[in-house]
């Protein structure tokens, strides 16, 4: 027995010998059952390491993978916002930039290798513009209420038209006719609303800037109301604000913080200041104002009014000093010129603040078109940075048959410093556009820009580079022309850029929105 065991174990030993030689001739003579191939090391191309797009947009991304070895395998995609939200699994993406989108997102890109489970990857930054930005905001009236239309720049061309804006946003229409809009801030951090004015106080609307949804109305923005109060204008700055009212009377407002102009209401009393009488005393004497003056340099904190039934300008002082109604001072007008505190008998006809940058210092002045008691006009350019220091530059009469009492004035904002920008001023008269050199010397002959089919009704330049000035008209439509050299250079037919495709009601006023 002992025997059998020994040659049973034996014989174990000697079977497992051989499965283990085959085993290893088995695996030395294996040339091409198994492909043992390199890890493929990629990289991901044409894609910017960020993009600026608007709301609306649509953004397309077309990715180059290259490896470094020749391979063939699958590859899986994934496009996420910060590793995060997965929003695509292909390759290529068009992805439409939705009306929530934050201002700005990181997206990521993983591609993953199936076989090798190697993951490399790349990110850009997209940054996202308000829909209603860079381009011209128009007010107008259609079909017998107001109305909003946007003309956009997208990617250095004027590409898009919006048209019934408010009706999109909230299912409504407006309902009532329109007055004015007025961009305004909330201070330097903050973003950016628009004030439209209609004729029905309890109707005007203060919108969010960025998707021009309703936040407010004006009526909440007073404790007490006026009575009979229709609203003519409104003025907004850092620390206070003033609605005038078609009747001349002003109410204002201070501001608890420059950053939160909602934190104060009007006052439901108008404004008033103090003025000897006849006799030498102090007495109250209500404001009574036909206008604001824009587009200013508002630096030092005061805002222009003109007193049409004294034929004055008057100032309104902001920050610490505010509701200080002042007159303007002007240590000496030469002979002949037309004093800010008193025209006499010569009416305003048009005015517009005007500013440049000169070394990074905010500059401005102020420029009048007055009709003469003779009937000629002229046209006043005056220094205002300090109104307590008027300097009056200059008075030159116009020439030409151009000139009546509804034309309009628009003086292009230097914003890049002066000399640069555009050099000469626009007057609207009739149906046809004109301009003329404000700075020259000598008399003014207003040189024909661009003839309309019909009557121009508002315009407004792009602020800061001052290359485009868009223009509404009296019938619906609304032209786009260049400013610039280019534009001077040309000929009518070489000037004009774009005309809206559809009608939007006749144009009441234009605002330019910056890009954000």
Same mark, same amino acid.
């Given at each position: 027995? &002992?025997?059998?065991?020994?040659?049973?174990?034996?014989?174990?030993?000697?079977?497992?010998?051989?499965?283990?030689?085959?085993?290893?001739?088995?695996?030395?003579?294996?040339?091409?059952?198994?492909?043992?191939?390199?890890?493929?090391?990629?990289?991901?191309?044409?894609?910017?390491?960020?993009?600026?797009?608007?709301?609306?947009?649509? !953004?397309?991304?077309?990715?180059?993978?290259?490896?470094?070895?020749?391979?063939?395998?699958?590859?899986?995609?994934?496009?996420?916002?910060?590793?995060?939200?997965?929003?695509?699994?292909?390759?290529?993406?068009?992805?439409?930039?939705?009306?929530?989108?934050? $201002?700005?997102?990181?997206?990521?890109?993983?591609?993953?290798?199936?076989?090798?489970?190697?993951?490399?990857?790349?990110?850009?930054?997209?940054?996202?513009?308000?829909?209603?930005?860079?381009?011209?905001?128009?007010?107008?009236?259609?079909?017998?209420?107001?109305?909003?239309?946007?003309?956009?720049?997208?990617?250095?061309?004027?590409?898009?038209?919006? @048209?019934?804006?408010? $009706?999109?946003?909230?299912?409504?229409?407006?309902?009532?006719?329109?007055?004015?809009?007025? !961009?305004?801030?909330?201070?330097?951090?903050?973003?950016?609303?628009?004030?439209?004015?209609?004729?029905?106080?309890?109707?005007? !609307?203060?919108?969010?800037?960025?998707?021009?949804?309703?936040?407010?109305?004006?009526?909440?923005?007073?404790?007490?109301?006026?009575?009979?109060?229709? #609203?003519?204008?409104?003025?907004?700055?850092?620390?206070?604000?003033?609605?005038?009212?078609?009747?001349?009377?002003?109410?204002?407002?201070?501001?608890?913080?420059? $950053?939160?102009?909602?934190?104060?209401?009007?006052?439901? @009393?108008?404004?008033?200041?103090?003025?000897?009488?006849?006799?030498?005393?102090?007495?109250?004497?209500?404001?009574?104002?036909?206008?604001?003056?824009?587009?200013?340099?508002?630096?030092?904190?005061?805002?222009?009014?003109?007193?049409?039934?004294?034929?004055?300008?008057?100032?309104?002082?902001?920050? &610490?000093?505010?509701?200080?109604?002042?007159?303007?001072?002007?240590?000496?007008?030469?002979?002949?010129?037309?004093?800010?505190?008193?025209?006499?008998?010569?009416?305003?006809?048009?005015?517009?603040? @005007?500013?440049?940058?000169?070394? +990074?210092? #905010?500059?401005?002045?102020?420029?009048?078109?007055?009709?003469?008691?003779?009937?000629?006009?002229?046209?006043?350019?005056?220094?205002?940075?300090?109104?307590?220091?008027?300097?009056?530059?200059?008075?030159?009469?116009?020439?030409?048959?151009?000139?009546?009492?509804?034309?309009?004035?628009?003086?292009?904002?230097?914003?890049?410093?002066?000399?640069?920008?555009?050099?000469?001023?626009?007057?609207?008269?009739?149906?046809?556009? +004109?301009?003329?050199?404000?700075?020259?010397?000598?008399?003014?002959?207003?040189?024909?820009?661009?003839?309309?089919?019909?009557?121009?009704?508002?315009?407004?330049?792009?602020?800061?580079?001052?290359?485009?000035?868009?223009?509404?008209?009296?019938?619906?439509?609304?032209? !786009?022309?260049?400013?610039?050299? $280019?534009?001077?250079?040309?000929?009518?037919?070489?000037?004009?850029?774009?005309?809206?495709?559809?009608?939007?009601?006749?144009?009441?006023?234009?605002?330019?929105?910056?890009?954000?």
């Amino acid at each position: 027995d &002992s025997n059998r065991l020994i040659m049973n174990v034996m014989k174990k030993i000697l079977i497992l010998c051989l499965v283990m030689a085959w085993s290893i001739t088995g695996c030395y003579e294996d040339k091409g059952d198994y492909d043992y191939r390199n890890l493929a090391e990629g990289t991901i191309g044409n894609v910017n390491g960020s993009y600026h797009v608007s709301v609306g947009d649509t !953004l397309i991304i077309e990715p180059e993978i290259v490896f470094d070895v020749e391979t063939k395998v699958g590859l899986k995609y994934e496009w996420s916002v910060e590793l995060d939200s997965v929003f695509s699994r292909e390759k290529n993406i068009e992805y439409i930039i939705p009306l929530d989108a934050p $201002e700005q997102m990181k997206w990521v890109l993983q591609v993953t290798d199936t076989l090798s489970g190697l993951t490399f990857m790349t990110q850009t930054m997209v940054r996202v513009s308000s829909l209603y930005s860079d381009g011209f905001l128009i007010l107008s009236e259609k079909n017998g209420v107001s109305s909003l239309s946007f003309l956009k720049r997208v990617k250095g061309e004027w590409a898009r038209c919006i @048209y019934d804006i408010y $009706e999109g946003i909230e299912g409504v229409s407006l309902d009532g006719k329109p007055v004015q809009i007025h !961009l305004h801030d909330l201070g330097n951090q903050t973003d950016e609303h628009i004030m439209l004015l209609q004729d029905d106080f309890y109707k005007c !609307l203060d919108l969010d800037g960025a998707n021009l949804e309703k936040s407010l109305e004006l009526s909440k923005e007073f404790q007490v109301i006026p009575e009979n109060v229709r #609203p003519k204008q409104v003025f907004f700055d850092d620390w206070y604000s003033f609605l005038l009212a078609e009747d001349g009377r002003v109410f204002g407002r201070k501001n608890f913080s420059s $950053e939160a102009f909602h934190t104060g209401y009007f006052s439901q @009393y108008p404004m008033v200041y103090m003025e000897p009488d006849a006799v030498g005393e102090e007495v109250a004497h209500q404001l009574n104002a036909d206008r604001f003056v824009y587009d200013m340099n508002t630096e030092n904190g005061y805002v222009f009014v003109y007193e049409k039934e004294r034929k004055r300008f008057l100032y309104i002082r902001g920050a &610490s000093s505010y509701g200080t109604i002042g007159e303007p001072k002007c240590a000496g007008y030469p002979n002949g010129f037309i004093p800010m505190d008193n025209l006499g008998n010569n009416e305003l006809i048009a005015t517009s603040g @005007y500013w440049w940058n000169d070394y +990074y210092i #905010p500059a401005g002045g102020l420029y009048n078109i007055i009709k003469r008691a003779d009937g000629t006009y002229v046209g006043q350019m005056l220094l205002t940075d300090d109104p307590e220091d008027i300097v009056a530059e200059s008075q030159r009469e116009f020439k030409g048959d151009m000139m009546n009492d509804n034309i309009l004035l628009l003086i292009p904002d230097n914003g890049r410093g002066r000399g640069f920008g555009c050099p000469y001023a626009f007057i609207a008269s009739g149906n046809v556009l +004109y301009y003329f050199g404000k700075d020259a010397e000598g008399e003014i002959v207003p040189e024909r820009y661009y003839s309309f089919p019909a009557e121009i009704k508002a315009m407004e330049d792009e602020f800061y580079a001052n290359e485009y000035l868009c223009v509404g008209l009296a019938n619906g439509e609304v032209y !786009l022309l260049k400013i610039n050299s $280019e534009g001077f250079a040309s000929d009518e037919a070489g000037r004009l850029v774009m005309k809206m495709d559809q009608n939007v009601g006749m144009v009441k006023q234009i605002i330019h929105k910056a890009a954000e």
